[in-house]
């Protein structure tokens, strides 16, 4: 039986709990959001000890099933003040599942200075003083971790940022092969939810774990096998060579960031603070920017280059969209992944077009804990009031360096969300819905998802109803124009499709299996079927997960007037299309209407 | 007829509109309230073009009746993102009222980066490029306007704080006999609106204007003549003298800063960042202390000494609650006026006793154009979080100094509000309501006015609900328990008079003598009804303007969750009462229900 680990940060408690009924079928996103909307006061102080950090590895974390090792982390969020799930690879989902851990709920505030760690392993869990692990960089701080806990590990946590509270904190987890705090839960600023409680990091050892057993296991096996077949047929998330056996497309050869040159091409891709939908700079940066940089390094250092492409983000992964940005001086590790999102926060929409700058101001966010969409957001916001050039990529650099001494206020500003600093330094333009910052998709010309960044209950958020797939990339052969007005139907299926994955614990991007291919959809299905023994409406169960973040969201104090996109996107003109974002208030309302 | 001037900063034209008929009731608050809720879209951004500035004399400003020069400015807020009116004294009120000016209304936004200023004399108005006003400390600004236009014209505008829409900057207009630009319509950022618009300041001239006819002259003329006697004869508002000669209590002898030792008596004054009821070193910053040091530096320096109390803030004035502050070793004038809210935030608030280190902070708040109360609790978010120690004056003074580097990134923090710079800093206790600062008075032990920052319009404001009236001074000899906690119908009734008041050009300080003396409220209500030739009702009218504040509020997205204080007044007892705010949610909510 799957157990709930419940620990009490005010006298450094913890106790097992069984998973009540009611909560069988719940997992992932559906546990942390189920948790929240019913154990967290909507009006409470994120950052206070009213909040909860609810964690849960998806439904089959731990099992065979392909790329199923996603972890939900969820909270009251201080930068939206809405509910928030946030969800990442790494080990951790994975070492949890084998636990038979369905989630963790961590209460209260501890007095004092001290900061803590949560180590967990076989049934067990210590609540220990680790004030050795505060303050450091989190390549440091994994680096260490490893060599205290020779078992590999799976460690989630904050790091400085988080630490010191600022909105800008993601949560990071730890590579699957290596230590590096790549692995990011970014959004919404969880990792200052962790610095509130005065958790450093989570370590989990699964030694003496071992795989969930699904209810029907003849079934489970069958779906998984189905979903396999389909995602490794799908030219997205399969690895296929062309007739002269180059490889072409997919995200194992480019990662996300292959989406650089395509939503360039679609001039969605916002540039220098979302003034332009090209970036005439994007193929330098772009994913096949990365793959070449890999090759080349590999061809001159041979077996010492650490440039990776095809890399997977957790131990079930089998898109293997992951990649590590070699230095190309020396071949060695710069940073891992290097995703689509990061390099246009924190290179297109800065007009940064060196592929290094871009890496160094990544490796940068990880180490410091920081989500890099938020800070990439963040600091145009001092580009557009001044502080510093578009394009400067030194200048950004060093900016973000400033966040690792603690008495400058440059560097809290800079980890403290997009809105809070360019409200601080007078700019007027800027992108964030519900307090966050908009990720890599123009709205303007790509409306759907612009439906979806104005009313997911997340914030600006395009993982929570990627229209992008059908908008852009199409479905089943057919590309819904980007440009039509009536996509509330549109956002709230793939919102509703998203909740349920990211309670299964699968990895979003088989999306594009299960909508492109009919078995594909069916070994999803199935095997969350089989896992539960139960039958699971996939639309149904989603539209309940959202349901309950909306009445949170309520209760917190949203209304509609907060399902809207900021100003400058109605009145502002995108080139080269020259449009603006058209959707009206009552389609808007539409996606959430009578739910 | 009195007119409206509407101003369009898109093309820079201007015209004049005669009063509608429905709004001819109509000035000061419950003008700049309307139009804001009828013209100005809830859901625009403050700082763009589809925001307003609405300015309005209160109706009776300009003519006799006694301290009726209150001048209101309107828009939607930068700092709560609601409807605000902000009010202060000066001369602009006055002349205005003389030139038959019912209101301004500015719309729009001009193209390119000139400055301008709009200056109204009779019948007249320019729109003029004054780059050369710009950028200057506003000492600096109206000595050179008096010198440009020797008229001696009533100036408001923004400063620096504003020209950058930083979120603390307030409307400052200038003093009665010099140039001072310490009389501030200070709250909710107002400042920044101006700037915005690219506005640097209005200079009405009324050479040629006259004061405004009432209605019914006999009954005008009985009426104020009633209340102005009641005002001489109320121990509050009148200056008396005890047995010996010596003056005692009275707003013309010690200011609004007597509440200094009281509220400290009372357990009441928050002392740094909220921590503690009482501050041992109150006396020495309090209305008592001023009063002291006017009196030595007069006796030491004669005619050449600067300071002074019993000083009136616009011509109509009688209650002389100004002052000005001198410098111990010259004489000279520091700032004027250090009223009690001031010597709080800047004072008490950050544990800081030294009188001129307070009267420094307050004259760089006013030469900046910055609202004194946002800007310390800003600094008391710096304090909080470590940056200076609380009671370091001088580390204040050069923090705050730091405000005229247009580089400096804690320059545009300290002026950019106590909810962005707290959040970037990384606090958790940070005192505002609707993103706006709490004023000088616990609402833990005092918790009727709890319910009107918590409730009102405006965000945390005293002067919406003066409840303080009641709970600590006491009304007709009787006052009510400020630790009782049914509150709700206390502060309504205070809101609804108070939105009266700040229609009627009355400053808010005749609300003791009209609380206290049958004679006081009909000579009020007397004046206003003859000047309207109709007969208003006190509460029906006041009522109506708060209905239209809250619908704004609403169709801006607010709910009765931002009807709520913080959540640390809630948990945290505050010494030495050790109280928390106890008001239910329920008798908050009695507040507005039904309106």
């Known amino acids: 039986m799957a157990k709930i680990l419940r620990i009490n940060m005010n006298d450094l408690s913890y106790k097992w709990e069984e998973v ?6 719940l997992a992932g996103r559906a546990f942390t959001s189920t948790i929240v909307s019913e154990e967290v006061d909507p009006k409470c102080h994120p950052l206070r000890e009213k909040n909860k950090i609810v964690i849960s590895p998806g439904l ?123 692995r990011y839960a970014g959004r919404g600023g969880l990792g200052a939810v962790f610095g509130s409680k005065r958790i450093v990091t989570i370590i989990t050892d699964d030694s003496e774990g071992k795989a969930p057993e699904p209810k029907d296991s003849d079934k489970f096996t069958e779906s998984i096998t189905k979903l396999r077949e389909a995602l490794r047929a799908h030219p997205v998330t399969g690895k296929l060579k062309d007739d002269k056996g ?65 890399h997977a983000c957790h131990p079930a992964c089998v898109m293997r969209c992951s990649n590590v940005v070699p230095y190309e001086d020396t071949g060695k590790h710069h940073v891992g992944p290097l995703e689509y999102e990061t390099a246009w926060a924190l290179g297109t929409n800065l007009g940064i077009d060196k592929l290094q700058d871009v890496a160094e101001l990544n490796r940068l966010c990880n180490d410091l804990g920081l989500d890099t969409i938020e800070t990439g957001n963040t600091i145009a916001m001092f580009m557009e009031a001044g502080v510093i050039d578009f394009g400067d990529g030194q200048a950004a650099i060093e900016l973000l360096k400033k966040a690792y001494d603690e008495k400058s206020i440059e560097g809290r500003l800079v980890c403290s969300g997009t809105k809070s600093a360019g409200e601080a330094l007078g700019v007027t333009r800027i992108p964030v819905v519900k307090g966050q910052a ?64 990211d309670s299964s614990g699968y990895c979003l991007f088989i999306a594009f299996c299960i909508l492109d291919n009919d078995d594909g959809f069916a070994g999803m299905k199935g095997s969350v079927d089989a896992f539960l023994g139960k039958d699971i409406d996939v639309t149904e169960y989603g539209l309940a997960v959202l349901k309950k973040e909306r009445e949170f969201n309520a209760k917190a104090g949203f209304t509609n007037a907060d399902d809207r996109l900021p100003e400058f996107f109605y009145t502002e003109p995108l080139p080269p299309h020259n449009v603006t974002f058209d959707v009206t208030d009552e389609e808007l309302d539409m996606v959430y209407k009578d739910l």
């Open 20 to 25: 009540p009924s009611k909560w069988e079928t």
């Open 60 to 182: 089959l974390a731990g099992t065979k099933a392909p790329s199923s090792g996603r972890l939900s982390v969820g909270a009251k969020s201080p930068l939206t003040e809405g509910i928030k799930e946030a969800n990442a690879g790494g080990l951790t989902a994975t070492k949890l599942g084998r636990l038979g851990i369905r989630g963790i709920v961590i209460e209260g505030m501890p007095k004092g200075n001290d900061w803590y760690s949560i180590i967990i392993s076989k049934d067990k869990c210590e609540i220990k003083v680790t004030n050795e692990y505060a303050g450091l960089g989190l390549y440091d701080l994994t680096t260490k971790i490893w060599k205290d806990y020779p078992n590999k590990p799976g460690i989630i946590g904050c790091g400085i940022a988080g630490q010191r509270l600022s909105k800008a904190a993601g949560v990071f987890g730890n590579n699957i092969e290596n230590t590096d705090p790549g």
């Open 246 to 310: 180059k490889p072409f497309g997919g995200l194992a050869n480019y990662g996300t960031n292959i989406l650089q040159n395509i939503i360039n091409e679609a001039g969605g891709l916002p540039t220098r603070g979302f003034k332009s939908g090209r970036f005439e700079g994007a193929a330098k940066i772009s994913g096949e920017a990365v793959h070449e940089i890999v090759d080349k390094t590999r061809e001159k250092f041979g077996d010492s280059a650490e440039g990776r492409y095809g």
């Open 438 to 501: 908009l990720p890599a998709y123009d709205p303007r010309p790509i409306r759907g998802i612009g439906v979806t960044y104005a009313t997911s209950t997340m914030g600006a958020d395009h993982t929570s109803g990627y229209t992008i797939a059908a908008e852009i990339l199409g479905v089943k052969g057919k590309v819904t124009d980007p440009r039509a007005l009536d996509k509330a139907e549109l956002s709230r299926a793939f919102q509703s499709t998203t909740a349920y994955i």
